[in-house]
């Protein structure tokens, strides 16, 4: 970027940032005088707020070479100012895409903490469920040892 761009955005900026923030009717300039609310030319608007006085010279009365550069460096600017709005466009759409490709990823990621959690309760009912079993199988082994019939019988499977 070059110097004279940035002087440029700067003023425009400070200038259309100053036109929102204070209401015409209490833009004076020191010497009382009311400011015409709407001007084309926002340099000499901020240069008035600012106590300053700006008249342009009207373009017969400038110097041809001048006016050429001035409007080739104009066309320059406004080149400029079209190129960083098309990367701010290109980067304001690579950030929606990054943002809905992290969306995306949380989305999957607590689908996939869902998942977990619900094979950690499923893990967690078969371990109960076979130590369940196995505190009535070892009950049943007792049983038979000590000589209960009913109950050692009652825990085998009927053969086939």
């Known amino acids: 970027m070059t110097d004279a761009f940035r002087l440029c955005s700067a003023a425009l900026l400070a200038a ?6 204070m209401p015409a009717e209490a833009q004076t300039p020191k010497s009382g005088q009311p400011v ?7 340099v000499a608007d901020l240069l008035l ?6 008249h342009r010279a009207p373009d017969a009365a400038q110097d041809p ?11 320059e600017i406004a080149a400029q100012n079209d190129l ?11 950030h929606a895409k990054a ?18 959690k619900s094979d950690l309760n499923t893990a967690a009912q078969a371990q109960a469920d076979y130590e369940r079993q196995m505190a009535d199988w070892q009950a049943t ?4 040892e000590r000589g209960d019939r009913a109950r050692c019988n009652a825990g085998r499977q009927p053969s086939k």
Not at 84 to 94: G, K
Not at 141 to 144: G, L, N
């Open 49 to 54: 707020r600012q106590g300053d006085r700006y």
């Open 84 to 94: 960083a709005e098309n990367e701010d466009r290109a980067n304001a759409a690579a």
């Open 36 to 42: 015409q609310a709407a001007s084309s030319d926002p």
């Open 65 to 75: 070479d001048e006016l050429r550069r001035t409007q080739a460096l104009n066309a």
């Open 141 to 144: 082994v007792a049983a038979c």
């Open 16 to 21: 259309s940032l100053s036109a929102f923030v």
């Open 99 to 116: 943002q809905a490709a992290y969306q995306s990823q949380l989305e999957a990621a607590e689908a996939d903490r869902i998942r977990h």
